[in-house]
């Protein structure tokens, strides 16, 4: 498992042994925030989640909403969303 996967698994309580890692959490908090949003517009959960996992964003030079999640940038991504829901450019 890699470490965002253990890092969402803990901060859901899906995984034995798991500290409270405020990272952690803040991350997972982030990623329900992002998908849930997405998930207004791009047909459900399933498919928001295809979304942040896969989708290159060419305003932040072509890394997903995961990547950027990882580093630490989930306020930018959230940024452009908005962006976006007010008629802005991708």
């Not at 803990?10 to 908090?29: F, I, K, M, V, Y």
């Not at 896969?54 to 072509?62: H, I, K, T």
Request: charged letters at 25%; one cysteine or more; aromatic letters at 8%.
């Amino acid at each position: 498992m890699n470490d965002w996967a253990r890092s969402v698994a803990c901060g859901a309580g899906l995984q034995l042994g798991c500290g409270r890692d405020s990272t952690a959490q803040a991350r997972l908090r982030d990623t329900v925030d992002i998908i849930n949003r997405v998930s207004e517009w791009s047909g459900g959960v399933g498919r928001a989640f295809a979304w942040f996992r896969s989708q290159p964003l060419p305003s932040f030079g072509d890394k997903t909403a995961e990547e950027l999640v990882k580093e630490g940038r989930a306020d930018a991504v959230k940024a452009y969303l908005t962006r976006i829901a007010e008629g802005g450019y991708a």
